[in-house]
T-cell receptor, first 115, second 114 residues
Framework: GESVGLHLPTLSVQEGDNSIINCAYS??????FIWYKQESGKGPQFIID?????DKRQGQRVTVLLNKTVKHLSLQIAATQPGDSAVYFC??????????????FGRGTQLTVWP | DTEVTQTPKHLVMGMTNKKSLKCEQH?????MYWYKQKAKKPPELMFV???????INESVPSRFSPECPNSSLLNLHLHALQPEDSALYLC?????????????FGPGTRLTVT
């Protein structure tokens, strides 16, 4: 994931619009990626995952795209709803030197949905 | 049951106190994790247990002492903490580094050190 920084990127969208949250990962040897949603005062909640042998994976209202050439991951949320407001974290699992399925988290993006 | 539970939800302690955080899961996961999370930051890994044995300690100060009594329980014992240790402490579990790699998180314990 991205290196931890001081600034939490933000994204504001209108209800009903589509949202795209981006993440740049650091390790070209990573073979698994995951998106988490964290609402205020709660623990991270699994949204969707993707393996490195895939470019795209779809879930319910969400799509994850993986571009290994530029080491970029994105989460697309269709018809964004107020309940989607949260911090979204990407995480990667390197396939070497990563014991126990250890995940490395990106710095997160605060998504705010306004009516 | 895909739930990780943590108690207490909130904890306020003085710098001379001793307290413990508890975590429980019944998903048959054999890897359990402690994370520390500061506001607006990603979770930072502290400890990993695999089959009840400590496998990773991310150079955490000794005032944090983890314990895994059995495959379902994970504790974090706290002693002589500092105000900068105030944070959200998250517990997670997974299938011990095997697919699926998803980690399931508990709701966290909000710790305030006074």
């Amino acid at each position: 994931g991205e290196s931890v920084g001081l600034h939490l990127p933000t994204l504001s969208v209108q209800e009903g619009d589509n949202s795209i949250i981006n993440c740049a990962y650091s390790n070209s040897a990573s073979d698994y990626f995951i998106w988490y949603k964290q609402e205020s005062g709660k623990g991270p909640q699994f949204i969707i995952d993707i393996r490195s042998n895939m470019d795209k994976r779809q879930g319910q209202r969400v799509t994850v795209l993986l571009n290994k050439t530029v080491k970029h991951l994105s989460l697309q949320i269709a018809a964004t709803q107020p309940g989607d407001s949260a911090v979204y974290f990407c995480a990667e699992k390197p396939n070497r030197g990563s014991t126990l399925g250890r995940l490395y988290f990106g710095r997160g993006t605060q998504l705010t949905v306004w009516p | 049951d895909t739930e990780v539970t943590q108690t207490p939800k909130h904890l306020v302690m003085g710098m001379t106190n001793k307290k413990s955080l508890k975590c429980e899961q019944h998903m048959g996961h054999r890897a359990m994790y402690w994370y520390k999370q500061k506001a607006k930051k990603p979770p930072e890994l502290m400890f990993v247990y695999s089959y009840e044995k400590l496998s990773i300690n991310e150079s955490v100060p000794s005032r944090f002492s983890p314990e895994c009594p059995n495959s379902s329980l994970l504790n974090l014992h706290l002693h002589a903490l500092q105000p900068e240790d105030s944070a959200l402490y998250l517990c997670a579990s997974s299938f011990r580094g095997e697919a699926p790699y998803e980690q399931y998180f508990g709701p966290g314990t909000r710790l305030t050190v006074t």
